[in-house]
C-alpha cells in the first residue's frame, strides 16, 4: 500500500477470476463497512509463475488487507488459513478443492481453517485441521478480534444411497455370475459378450453390491478427487461415503470427460471418478477406439497424467473396468444377419493391446423361457459378498495389495508346477501372452483364494483360462 494513483491490482493471478479479485475484495469491504483508503494498493500471489486461477483466494487477500489497515490484529490470525469466494455483499462463497487444500494445509503447520458455511463440513474431514465456518465477512472480522466464538462445524452421517439391487435378480448366466464373483475378489477387469436382453448391464450394476466397503483411506481419496472436480462446492454438510463408485459414461463421452481435462489447470474425469469403484463402458463396441486405447496407461498404471497450458496434473485411477458389449451390430439375438466383414469391423474398435488387459470374458447366452417363468432360486449379493470379502482378506494378508496388483513373481511361487505348465502351452498356442500369462494367473490365484486354498492348483488355471472365451471371440474376428 503506497502513494500514487489509487487503485487494486493483483498480479500473479490468471484468468478472470483471479484478475478480477480486487473488484471483488472492495466491493465485498466497502458493503461490510470497511473504507479503503485512497491509496495505490498493490497484491502479489507469489510465486507468479504458479496458477492461481479461481476465485478461492479471494478470502485470503482480504484478510491481509484487513490486517495491513489495523481492523484485524495479526496475532488473531497467526497459523490460520482462509479459502473462500467474496460476493459483492460480503458473503463468503463455497469453492471446490477444499478437502485435498485442507490436507496440505495441515501437513505445513496450519492449525484452523476458516472456509464458506457449505464448505465446512468437507474441511472437518481433515482431524488435524480445526475447520471454522463464516458466513460473511463480518462474522469472520468478529472471529479474528476474539469478540465472537466460531460455530461448531454441523456433522452429518453419510446420507441413505438407492437400494442396492440383489444378484439374486439375474436369471441364469451362472458363468457369468461366477466370472462376476471372482473379478470382485481380484478386483480383475471383465468383458461380458453377449446378445441383448441376457443380463449384461444387470450383472456390471451388481458388482458394486459385492464389493467391500472403502476404507477410510480410499474414502478419503475419492472425495478429494470429487472436491477438485466441483462435485461437493456448496452442496452443504459432507460425510464419508465408504460405498464403491460406480461410472457409466455414454459411449458419446469426450476424451476430456472421460479421461479428464478442461481449460488451463484438467479437471478429473470419469476414470479417476471411479477410483476404488467400478468403470462400466457399456456398449463397447461403440466407443471410438481411440478412447479405449486411451485407457490402456491408467489400467496399467493407476493414475492419469494430463497436460494442459498452465499445469500437468496427476490424478488417480485406480478403478475396475468392467466392458459390455453385443457379439455383432445386429445383436446376435435370434440369428446374426452380419457379414462376416461387418462383424470384424465392429469387434476391432476393441485393440488386441487393450483386450489383453481384460482378465474375464465369460460368454452370456440368450435366455430361455423357462429361466425366466420358473426362474432356479440362486445365491444372493449378500451370500457372494461375505465370500468375496473373505478372499480378498486372504490376498491382503498376502501381499498388501489385491491380487491384481499382486507382483508376478511372487504369484507364481505359490502356484504348482503342473498349473504353470498348462498356462505355458496356452502361450505356445497363441492363446495367451506374455501379460496375458501373468494376469490369467492372478485369476487362477483368486479362483483359489475363493476355494480356501493356498496354492494354485491345475483346476484353478483351467477354470481362469474358461473364463476367457469371448476374448478368443473377439481375436478370431482380427
Keep these: 500500500m503506497s502513494a500514487g494513483l489509487p487503485g487494486f491490482t493483483v498480479i500473479g493471478a ?33 510465486p507468479a509463475d504458479v496458477p ?25 490470525v497467526s497459523g490460520c488459513a482462509f479459502l473462500g469466494e467474496l460476493a459483492l455483499d460480503g458473503t463468503i462463497r463455497a469453492v471446490s478443492g477444499v478437502l485435498p487444500a485442507a490436507a496440505h494445509l495441515a501437513e505445513h503447520g496450519a492449525g484452523r481453517l476458516f472456509v464458506a458455511d457449505g464448505n465446512a463440513a468437507e474441511a472437518a474431514l481433515v482431524s488435524a485441521l480445526d475447520s471454522v465456518p463464516v458466513r ?14 466460531p460455530r461448531p462445524t454441523r456433522q452429518t452421517t453419510p446420507a441413505a444411497g438407492p437400494p442396492v439391487s440383489d444378484l439374486a435378480d439375474v436369471r441364469g448366466q451362472a458363468e457369468a ?9 481380484g478386483a480383475h477387469h471383465m468383458l461380458l459378450l453377449g446378445p441383448p436382453g441376457c443380463g449384461k448391464s444387470m450383472l456390471a450394476a451388481r458388482l458394486v453390491g459385492v464389493l467391500p466397503p472403502l476404507t477410510e483411506l480410499q474414502a478419503l481419496e475419492l472425495t478429494a478427487i470429487r472436491s477438485v472436480a466441483g462435485l ?25 470427460a472421460l479421461l479428464g481435462g478442461g481449460t488451463g489447470i484438467a479437471k478429473p474425469g470419469e476414470i479417476s471418478l471411479a477410483s476404488h469403484g467400478v468403470l462400466f463402458m457399456d456398449e463397447l463396441f461403440e466407443w471410438p477406439r481411440r478412447l479405449l486405447d486411451a485407457l490402456r496407461e491408467p489400467l496399467e498404471q493407476g493414475h492419469v497424467r494430463i497436460a494442459r497450458s498452465r499445469a500437468t496434473v496427476r490424478y488417480p ?4 473396468l468392467v466392458c459390455a458389449a453385443n457379439p455383432c451390430p445386429c445383436g446376435g439375438a435370434g440369428g446374426c444377419e452380419c457379414a462376416d466383414a461387418q462383424v470384424w469391423a465392429y469387434r476391432r474398435r476393441l485393440s488386441g493391446p487393450l483386450a489383453d488387459r481384460i482378465d474375464l470374458a465369460p460368454r452370456l447366452r440368450a435366455l430361455r423361457a423357462h429361466q425366466l417363468v420358473d426362474p432356479v432360486p440362486v445365491e444372493s449379493t449378500v451370500t457372494v459378498a461375505g465370500r468375496v470379502a473373505t478372499a480378498r482378506a486372504a490376498a491382503l494378508d498376502r ?15 505359490t502356484a504348482r508346477r503342473d498349473a504353470l505348465h498348462i498356462l505355458g502351452r496356452a502361450v505356445e498356442a497363441g492363446v495367451l501372452s506374455g501379460r496375458g500369462f501373468d494376469r490369467a494367473l492372478r485369476v487362477a490365484r483368486t479362483c483359489a483364494d475363493l476355494a480356501g486354498e493356498d496354492v494354485v492348483a491345475s483346476a484353478h488355471v483351467h477354470e481362469a483360462l474358461a473364463h476367457r472365451a469371448a476374448l478368443r471371440d473377439v481375436r478370431a474376428a482380427r
Design 14 to 46: 490468471t484468468g478472470a477470476a483471479g484478475r478480477q479479485a480486487g473488484d471483488r475484495v472492495r466491493a465485498a469491504l466497502t458493503a461490510t463497512g470497511v473504507r479503503l483508503p485512497s491509496r495505490k494498493i498493490l497484491a502479489s500471489l507469489a
Design 399 to 413: 501381499w498388501a495389495v489385491l491380487n491384481r496388483a499382486a507382483p508376478p513373481t511372487k504369484v507364481r511361487a
Design 177 to 185: 455370475r461366477r466370472a462376476l464373483e471372482i473379478a470382485a475378489a
Design 136 to 149: 460473511d465477512l463480518v462474522e469472520l472480522i468478529e472471529i479474528c478480534n476474539g469478540r465472537m466464538a
Design 52 to 76: 492461481t486461477s479461481g476465485a478461492r483466494f479471494d478470502l485470503a487477500l482480504c484478510i491481509a488487507l484487513l490486517v495491513r489497515l489495523g481492523v484485524v490484529p495479526a496475532s488473531g
Design 232 to 256: 461437493l462446492a456448496g452442496s452443504g454438510p459432507t460425510a464419508l461415503d465408504r460405498t464403491p463408485p460406480l461410472r457409466a459414461p455414454h459411449h458419446a463421452t469426450t476424451a476430456a
Design 317 to 320: 485411477a485406480t478403478f475396475q
